[in-house]
């Protein structure tokens, strides 16, 4: 098992190099000079000398393999650089609007499971009533309605014609009621892929021999659904759930910037229109590894969910 | 059957509920007797009228809250007029566009000072006002001693937040934080030699040359005054002299300052303020329209008439300083189109129809058709200039006279050579108006017969382009008078002796706007200043080496209880000592 997470961390090694130098290219050709875009301030216009001081200072003046390198030096010595705009610590940045990501995507989850989980047995105990049909058109509603049309219709709904909840905002650090709207934009999409994946994996288990032979040894239906049948059918859930949860943690951008959420998202795409590199890097690759770790325990989970599964470092 | 018609029903029901649960009056301007959102004395003669019983009471007549209208509300009233008792002007809440997300509230940082003037915190020794005129704010004025030397005399009795004074000593720091090189903007500020206090009220700038501009540079929120005390964690903790005191902050989120009671300038009427920062302008329409602000700046043009249609609010604009215009190529080349020939490119301006495309890009509320550079809402502007009015018909008389006319009866113009007049304009996106405008201008030039193609371009590809010369017309968007110096622009764009990367773009060269540009810059004397750009504006629209297209506005929503706020076209200036919730 630990020779299997060993070999597993040394496979990103390679992975994660790859996305440095992708990312550090793609950012680099793509049009808009850092230099000239952060000494603009709001009105629109660059001092030349200001730019020139600046780009000399930040190293922008060297060639693009020695800017690389100088960068994963740094990193690997555990410095991820200072942010052009602030001149802070680009790490600093990253765990401040993780934070609020991280609470973003808890609620998320939650009301992600709360809808999803009920619906997708409900769906399989009276497969193809009306029930199961109403249940199964709103989810595949849910998985097609972009995220920023949905955050705007509730936004229209709760903020402007029920004045239930505020517009968007990050209130008082983020409180609860500021963060309803932005994730239950954000569970529903999940929340319908995950129902979809109950039902099925429901459906699958309520066919098995053993819950024939629960049901004719005479257990009350309660139980054969809640303890024979949904415990075997919550394990690909689970792997999905995982899965979904490293999404949400990387933040999403749309989401984000519709409801002014200063979390990991906004803060990627406002570094990618401001060409502050090194913040951009920065976020690229916290949102790889963190991916990739989710990824490994997704995988390592299995083993405990399922104890038929077995690793072996070949 | 019966089913869908009550389904029918109960849909009406729920939307007429959500219909009757919009957006209603809340706050109250309790001393305002007669409700007309201001305290005045004819809100005493209100009261006294009330006790006598000559008039019915209302609730905003019982000024000190204590559940019964008499003479202590007369007195109450009275006190909150001669501003003995705080005004009741209630909270605000904005919406702003960008916000200081730099982990910093310094104002020297950068351009944090524009963030944290917004909010009322900090002040400038002088300012441009709503109508941009240069007026002294912590200054009283200044003396020119001679070119170099520029003693600023400095108002008295004035107290930072945190009670310290405001004298020379602070100024002096404040503004070598600035000029120290360790500050990134310090560039900026190298014609200041030196800054010395030259007594308790008044500080002496020396400047290395002769800089006309001196006492503009001091408007920008950069060199915000702020308080000697070097305890202070500026980045932190923001201690200035304005109309409001800072109290918390979120990064990238929010920004909250509440009331300071002993600002110089007097009364301050709202008591606390909420800036909250978002970048998305359907979403800062959204929070205007479900009451959750009652500013909201920077409203998406689609937005606008849904807005103005709702009763509770209203849309205020103004012409800000930027420019939306053509750069032309006067090189001439062969092969490309004949834009050296000044009747070329005359013909081109009076075949632009400038309100067409603010009325159809810009939704008829996003600017202002332009007759020159400068807005009319800026001092500089040459008010005598008379622009390009559409006029197809003198277009084509202007072209004829060039030796352009429709000789195959195609509909496309020729070129003396015989060649169609192909024309190729260049454009990039980054803002939402460059598309749309330019393709308007497509069709009117296609009307009069040029073959016109419109290339768009990212904002780096197109600066390559124009260095190489590589364009016939090519449509930019800049910001005129970032410090409120007509020089800016104007040297930068047509002074030929300059070398700027703006007049490389055109290859512009006349030799008298060269000399009355280059006389304009050193000459301190405004009204012989102002004389010379006038003619050298006269001249640049003249012979349009660029064709200026419009000036954009700023749209502000507000709430209508929002009282005495006012647009400041330099964006600077949002929070004033005026405002308040005035129901």
């Given amino acids: 098992m630990i020779d299997y997470i060993l070999k597993r961390i040394l496979q990103l090694i390679p992975a994660l190099l790859l996305v440095s130098v992708v990312s550090f290219s793609i950012i680099y050709f793509a049009p808009g000079d850092p230099a000239e875009t952060l000494c603009t301030g709001p009105d629109g216009s660059a001092n030349p000398k200001s730019v020139e001081e600046f780009r000399i200072k930040m190293g922008l003046d060297k060639p693009l393999h020695t800017q690389y390198l100088i960068w994963l030096n740094n990193v690997l010595h555990g410095d991820f650089g200072y942010s052009y705009q602030s001149e802070n610590p680009v790490f600093d940045h990253i765990k401040k609007a993780f934070g609020a990501t991280f609470k973003l995507s808890v609620v998320s989850l939650i009301i992600s499971l709360a809808i999803s989980i009920p619906l997708g047995i409900i769906s399989a105990i009276k497969q193809n009533s009306p029930v199961d049909v109403a249940c199964m058109v709103g989810a595949s509603l849910g998985v097609s309605m972009p995220n920023f049309w949905l955050g705007l219709l509730l936004m229209l709904l709760f903020g402007v014609y029920l004045h239930w909840l505020p517009v968007a905002g990050y209130g008082d650090g983020g409180d609860l009621e500021h963060i309803l709207l932005p994730a239950i934009t954000l569970g529903t999409g999940s929340a319908a892929i995950t129902a979809r994946l109950m039902r099925s994996s429901m459906l699958e288990a309520l066919g098995q021999d053993y819950i024939q032979t629960a049901r004719a040894k005479g257990v009350s239906e309660r139980i054969v659904i809640g303890k024979h049948a949904l415990k075997n059918a919550l394990i690909p859930v689970v792997t999905m759930v995982g899965l979904n949860f490293g999404y949400l943690l990387n933040g999403s951008i749309v989401v984000e910037t519709i409801f002014g959420w200063p979390g990991i998202g906004r803060l990627t795409v406002d570094s990618i229109n401001m060409r502050d590199y090194m913040m951009v890097q920065g976020c690229i690759l916290f949102v790889a590894v963190l991916f990739v770790a989710i990824n490994l325990l997704v995988d390592i989970s299995y083993r405990y969910i399922d104890p038929r599964i077995h690793y072996e470092a070949a | ?583």
């Fill in chain 2, 1 to 583: 059957m019966k089913r869908e018609i009550q389904f029918g029903i109960i849909g009406l029901i729920v939307s007429a509920m959500l219909l009757a649960s919009m957006p209603s009056v809340s706050a109250e301007l309790f001393g305002d007797a007669n409700e007309d959102t201001r305290i005045n004395m004819q809100d005493v003669t209100k009261v006294e009228r009330m006790i006598l019983e000559y008039d019915s009471e209302t609730t905003s007549a019982d000024a000190n809250q204590d559940e019964d209208i008499n003479m202590q509300d007369v007195t109450f009233i009275e006190l909150i007029i001669l501003e003995r008792k705080p005004f009741p002007g209630g909270s605000l809440n904005a919406v702003m566009i960008f916000g200081p997300k730099d982990n910093t509230l310094d104002p020297a940082f950068k351009w944090t000072g524009w963030y944290v003037r917004k909010a009322g915190i900090y002040e400038t020794l002088f300012k441009y006002n709503d109508e941009m005129e240069l007026t002294p704010e912590l200054a009283t004025g200044y003396t020119q001693v001679s070119d170099t030397v520029w003693d600023i005399h400095l108002r008295e009795g004035v107290i930072f937040h945190d009670g310290t004074p405001f004298n020379a000593d602070a100024v002096v720091y404040s503004i070598e934080r600035v000029t120290d090189v360790l500050n990134s903007r310090s560039s900026e500020y190298d014609h200041i030699e030196s800054i010395v206090a030259a007594g308790d009220y008044t500080v002496r700038i020396t400047t290395t040359d002769p800089y006309a501009p001196t006492i503009a540079s001091l408007t920008d929120p950069l060199v915000s005054m702020v308080s000697a005390d070097e305890e202070i964690d500026l980045v932190s903790d923001p201690v200035g002299t304005g109309p409001f005191m800072y109290d918390s902050n979120v990064f990238g989120a929010s920004l909250s300052v509440v009331r300071n009671p002993d600002y110089w300038g007097g009364g301050v009427k709202l008591e606390d303020v909420t800036l909250t920062y978002v970048s998305d302008s359907t979403t800062r329409a959204t929070m205007l329209e479900s009451g959750d602000v009652d500013v909201a700046r920077g409203l998406p043009y689609p937005q606008v008439s849904t807005i103005e249609d709702n009763v509770n609010l209203d849309v205020v604009s103004k012409e800000t300083l930027r420019l939306y215009f053509m750069f032309v190529n006067t090189d001439p080349e062969p092969g490309r189109a004949p834009l050296d020939d000044i009747r070329v490119r005359r013909a081109i301006n009076y075949a632009i129809d400038r309100d067409e495309v603010v009325d159809t890009a810009l939704e008829g509320v996003g600017g202002v058709p332009a007759k020159g550079v400068f807005p009319s809402i800026f001092p500089w502007a040459n008010d005598d200039l008379t622009g390009y009015s559409h006029n197809q018909a003198k277009a084509l008389e202007l072209l004829a006279d060039a030796g352009i006319t429709d000789i195959d009866d195609d509909d496309v113009l020729e070129l003396s050579s015989g060649e169609d007049f192909t024309l190729n304009i260049k454009t990039y996106t980054t803002r939402a108006a460059m598309q749309p405008s330019v393709e308007v201008i497509e069709s009117q030039l296609e009307d009069i017969g040029i073959d016109v193609t419109v290339e768009l371009l990212g904002s780096s590809a197109i600066k390559i382009d124009m260095e190489n010369g590589d364009y016939d017309m090519a449509f930019y968007s800049y910001g005129v008078a970032p410090s409120g110096d007509p020089d800016y622009y104007l040297t930068a764009h047509f002074d030929s002796t300059a070398d700027y990367k703006e007049n490389r773009w055109t290859q512009y060269s006349n030799a008298t706007v060269d000399s009355l540009l280059a006389s304009a810059r050193t000459e301190m004397d405004p009204a012989t200043r102002k004389d010379y750009y006038d003619q050298a504006q006269e001249i640049i629209v003249e012979e349009s080496p660029e064709m200026f297209i419009f000036h954009e506005k700023e749209l502000v929503g507000h709430h209508i209880d929002v009282i005495g706020y006012e647009i400041y076209p330099n964006e600077i200036t949002f929070l004033t000592k005026n405002m308040y919730i005035g129901r």
